[in-house]
């Protein structure tokens, strides 16, 4: 089966400071997608990427798939305590309709004052 | 628009028993995911129910069992609990729409087994 890399497990930064998670797939995704989850709660949907190069951006993050499609990274600028949490990648893997998504293990962020 | 919603957020059994959790899709969606998160195992696929039918199943043992009401509706049962089946259980849905792939998760089941 697909395994998803994220990196790093965990993460501590100064507020203000920028940030950069990875995830990295053997093979080629069909869909990847960025969730955000506090403790014990579900999942926020953050951005989806489906072409090869695709970027996206949504206030202070932004996404990128690379040309292969097999990684992508989560980048946040002047990080805010508001996005301490865990981001998880998800990977489509077979047909793209999210039908069957694959996790990586996620990335902890603490974000201090 | 309300979003996903699952009952009962916190429920606590003991080995043996049995558990029905359930979740009420976003309207209009009719594809319900079941998603299993543990510390050890992360977030594993349970299966996946799209108008009334199982499209898609994990490697869970056949103690996991779901179904899909017409309404969207869709319960997940786990019988004979284990200590390992402790976890956050998330369900999301979607539309099933060609091209609407996003997934929508609800806030969560989490069950402890004792």
């Known amino acids: 089966s697909q395994e998803l890399e994220q990196s790093p497990q965990s993460l501590i930064v100064q507020e203000g400071k920028n940030l950069t998670i990875n995830c990295t797939s053997s093979?080629?995704?069909?869909?990847l997608y960025w969730y955000k989850q506090k403790y014990g709660e579900g999942l926020i949907f953050l951005m989806m990427?489906?072409?090869?190069?695709e970027e996206k951006s949504h206030e202070k993050i932004t996404a990128k798939l690379d040309e292969k499609k097999q990684q992508s990274s989560l980048h946040i600028t002047a990080s805010q305590p508001s996005h301490a949490g865990i981001y998880l990648c998800?990977?489509?893997?077979?047909?793209?309709?999210?039908?069957?998504?694959?996790f990586g293990t996620g990335t902890r962020l603490q974000v201090t004052l | 628009k309300a979003g996903v919603t699952q009952t009962p957020r916190y429920l606590i059994k003991t080995r043996g028993q049995q558990v029905t959790l359930s979740c009420s899709p976003i309207s209009g969606h009719r594809s319900v995911s079941w998603y299993q998160q543990t510390p050890g195992q992360g977030l594993q696929f349970l299966f996946e129910y799209f108008s009334e039918t199982q499209r898609n199943k994990g490697n869970f043992p056949g103690r996991f069992s779901g179904r899909q009401f017409s309404n969207s509706r869709s319960e997940m049962n786990v019988s004979t609990l284990e200590l390992g089946d402790s976890a956050l259980y998330l369900c999301a849905s979607r539309s099933g729409k060609s091209g609407a792939n996003v997934l929508t998760f609800g806030a969560g089941s989490r069950l402890t087994v004792l």
């Open positions: 093979k080629t995704l069909y869909g």
């Open positions: 998800g990977a489509d893997k077979t047909t793209g309709t999210a039908s069957k998504l694959t």
């Open positions: 990427l489906q072409k090869g190069g």
